[in-house]
């Protein structure tokens, strides 16, 4: 059971540039195990609880140069509107691998990891560039300002709310382009940590993973630490989009299909939670979690093809192995319809569910106790331990 639960909280790891395999989290209390999604109509894939990634090998030679750098792209709408009203269009060259260098460090004794407070302010392209086209959601879902980021959903629970509103899973490098925009930066908001502009730096709680697995209303309530979509006017990218990195994590498709460590989820995680001492930054990546993994700070956001195309709802993992929606749905354990019905009801103020109806609540986005309470951005964190800063070399 202690590895269970240490294997959910190396999801709170950090990665270097390209993103690759977290590292160890702080030590959790024995008896404590890894929150799963429950596997109904098809049974989901086993394993949520991931192990330790591979340690990161050294790039293959010939590398590809550095690239030039693009045109700036222009984070606005071209021509009547080519993406709806709740979305920000996202065009421009994204590379593939990006070199930073770090100014000044400090180390997290709680997660046994050096965090980059300031990274030198230029960004190198030493990967391959891909032309960007997509549309993307301001803010984390249900994608309404004030609203709280909707947590404890799976992959496929998230796919399946994504595709009941016309839109998709948004991919590994949408999400990263949005939020380090044109200039590739570190942050959204630049190249210096600041916790007063993007919720984070929380001393850790100990969850109560037997809880969390049940939805206990109390436990996911105390273990909230969030601040809701659009009450962090400096967590903006330099696309418009809204608390990109911290606050809550983000899950995303895939779109490595290798047979490695890297390529076997069609899901991974970006962005990092409000704790101290992760990797809350645009480019680090967890790979180790699969589709059926749910969590307590664990959001998502949807994109979308632009100018009204038509969206594949389902990962490029997915396509090649060749699963219906359908099946998507049936992991997911609701419909896209379904989910239109629940849609509908909340907003007209009706999507009730009974106490123990954790599904119907999952739908509903009604999984927080009426005691969670949002913290005060840039407030400390009386409980975290003093932060020491050096200089660092490290990427």
Not at 17 to 25: C, F, S, V
Not at 134 to 143: E, F, Q, V
Not at 150 to 166: I, L, P, S, T, W
Not at 287 to 301: A, I, K, N, S, V
Request: charged letters at 30%; aromatic letters at 8%.
């Amino acid at each position: 059971m202690r590895f269970l639960l240490a294997s959910t909280l190396a999801f709170l790891g950090c990665t270097v540039l390209p993103a690759a395999a977290p590292e160890a989290a702080p030590k959790a209390k024995k008896g404590e195990k890894a929150a799963r999604a429950p596997a109904k109509r098809p049974a989901a894939p086993a394993g949520s609880a991931a192990a330790r990634d591979p340690e990161r090998k050294p790039p293959p030679a010939g590398k590809p140069a550095a690239s030039p750098a693009p045109d700036r792209p222009k984070p606005k709408e071209e021509g009547p509107r080519a993406c709806p009203a709740d979305m920000q269009l996202v065009e421009g060259s994204y590379c593939s691998e990006v070199e930073h260098t770090c100014k000044r460090s400090w180390y997290d004794e709680s997660n046994k990891k050096t965090v980059c407070e300031e990274f030198e302010p230029t960004a190198k392209c030493v990967g391959e560039r891909t032309k960007k086209r997509y549309c993307i959601d301001r803010y984390s879902w249900p994608n309404v300002k004030g609203e709280r980021p909707e947590v404890m959903n799976n992959f496929y629970q998230a796919q399946v709310k994504c595709a009941a509103v016309g839109k998709r899973m948004c991919t590994e490098s949408e999400w990263t382009f949005a939020c380090e925009g044109p200039d590739m930066k570190p942050f959204p908001y630049g190249y210096t940590r600041d916790v007063t502009k993007c919720n984070g730096d929380h001393p850790w709680d100990s969850p109560n993973m037997t809880k969390v697995a049940q939805r206990d209303p109390d436990e996911l309530a105390r273990l909230w630490k969030g601040v809701r979509n659009g009450e962090q006017p400096a967590c903006i990218s330099d696309f418009g989009i809204a608390d990109l990195a911290g606050n809550t994590d983000d899950v995303v498709a895939s779109e490595t299909l290798t047979s490695d460590w890297r390529g076997k989820y069609s899901s991974l995680h970006t962005g990092g939670p409000w704790y101290k001492g992760v990797r809350n930054q645009c480019r680090p990546k967890i790979y180790t979690h699969d589709e059926g993994f749910y969590y307590y700070f664990l959001g998502f956001r949807c994109c979308a093809n632009p100018d009204g195309a038509e969206n594949e709802p389902r990962t490029l993992k997915q396509i090649k192995e060749k699963k219906s929606f359908s099946t998507i749905e049936g992991y997911a354990r609701f419909t896209a319809k379904e989910m239109r019905g629940k849609l509908d009801l909340k907003k007209q103020g009706k999507c009730d569910c009974k106490p123990k109806d954790s599904l119907c609540k999952t739908m509903c986005g009604t999984l927080l106790g009426p005691g969670a309470k949002d913290v005060v951005l840039g407030k400390p964190s009386p409980d975290g331990p003093a932060r020491r800063t050096t200089p660092s070399p490290t990427r």
